[in-house]
């Protein structure tokens, strides 16, 4: 079935798809239903191996506003409870391919939330970030609290989550949020530019370099020392490794197959 509130797009040749947020009457914000559509998406996009690297983004207004308020005013704890919104980002962390957001104007709550689930942020110089929730009576419920504060440090979380302040593109740069910004014009360009250049490594090495560097967020570095030593173990069983070294040793470009 189509999703209603997506719009993927596959580069067969450069093996990047980019999956835009589709709802811009509500500024992309983050009902059930997208939620749910982006789950599969991703997993369908995460199974096919012609795809290497996903771009997410949303338009040039609004990545996403934020969790659908519309949606959850009259809802009770207990509802929330058992609608279980969150098992769908729990599937959506489990995506293994580079996820790299694009993101121009809102990033807010649950669409700041969603950006920084992504592994690396591209931002247009129009991007604001934000964890308002506190000013709606409630506070970041997807990774905010955690992801915030481990990219930016307790002082600047502490203030964006307890007062609702919105940072732009150049301080979330300056402050280790996001990777680059870029004028408006070239945001999303700038980010496809960035997943073909991871698409041209070796999958299999990327898909594992990732989980390790993600294993630094909820290990010991012991643990995570131990994980990144047996990914990087594994990975000489791959023929990509053989190809990689060999390409180098014979200097030509290597040619690799995610096998
Ligand atoms: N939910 C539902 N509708 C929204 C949302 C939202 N989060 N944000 C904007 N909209 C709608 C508006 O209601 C409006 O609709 P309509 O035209 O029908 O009135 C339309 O989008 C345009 O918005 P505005 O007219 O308000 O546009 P402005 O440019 O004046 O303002 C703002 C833009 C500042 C972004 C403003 O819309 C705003 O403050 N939005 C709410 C931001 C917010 O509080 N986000 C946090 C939500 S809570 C949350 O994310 C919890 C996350 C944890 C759970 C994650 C599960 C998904």
């Given amino acids: 079935m189509q999703p209603e509130f997506l719009i993927i797009h596959q580069q067969v040749a450069t093996h990047v798809a980019h999956i835009q947020l589709n709802r811009p009457e509500a500024l992309n914000a983050l009902n059930l239903q997208l939620m749910s559509e982006l789950k599969d998406a991703l997993k369908a996009l995460d199974a096919d191996p012609q795809v290497r690297a996903v771009v997410l983004s949303g338009n040039e207004k609004a990545f996403a506003a934020g969790a659908d308020i519309t949606q959850m005013a009259g809802k009770s704890a207990i509802d929330m409870y058992n609608t279980d919104q969150f098992s769908t980002w729990d599937a959506i962390k489990k995506t293994k391919k580079p996820l790299i957001a694009a993101v121009s104007g809102f990033a807010l709550g649950g669409g700041c939330e969603l950006?920084?689930?992504?592994?690396?942020?591209?931002a247009s110089e129009t991007a604001r970030f934000g964890q308002p929730e506190i000013k709606i009576g409630v506070m970041p419920g997807a990774g905010g609290t955690q992801r915030l504060t481990r990219a930016i440090g307790k002082a600047r979380a502490m203030e964006m989550v307890l007062t609702g302040r919105f940072i732009t593109a150049e301080e979330a740069l300056a402050a280790g949020l996001i990777n680059r910004v870029t004028p408006v014009a070239?945001?999303?360009?700038?980010?496809?530019?960035?997943?073909?250049?991871?698409?041209?490594?070796?999958?299999?090495a990327v898909k594992m370099a990732k989980e390790a560097v993600l294993k630094a967020f909820d290990s010991s570095l012991e643990e995570g020392l131990h994980f990144e030593r047996r990914n990087f173990y594994l990975l000489f069983a791959s023929e990509d490794q053989k190809e990689g070294m060999q390409a180098f040793l014979e200097k030509r470009a290597p040619a690799f197959k995610g096998e």
């Fill in 115 to 122: 950006a920084m689930l992504c592994d690396m942020i591209v």
């Fill in 186 to 204: 070239l945001y999303l360009e700038e980010a496809v530019k960035l997943a073909k250049e991871v698409a041209v490594m070796s999958p299999l």
